[in-house]
């Protein structure tokens, strides 16, 4: 029987997963960094003054200038 390729790739195991991201903080601070490895710039201006609203299901980083 043919072996699923995708199936069998190395990766990472569910507790080394669970334990880098494990809870929404440490997803939503992974996502940060790879969005914005030296910190928030925006993308409109490329300011990095901005403040951060958490009224919304969801954390959103709005720009000072614009
Ligand atoms: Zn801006």
Sequence with gaps: MAQNRIQFQPGMSLPAFIAQYGTEAQCEAALE??????GF???RCGCQAHCVLHGSPRK???????
């Design 33 to 38: 960094r790879a969005r914005w490895p030296d």
């Design 41 to 43: 710039r925006c993308p």
């Design 60 to 66: 959103m980083f709005q720009c000072s200038a614009c």
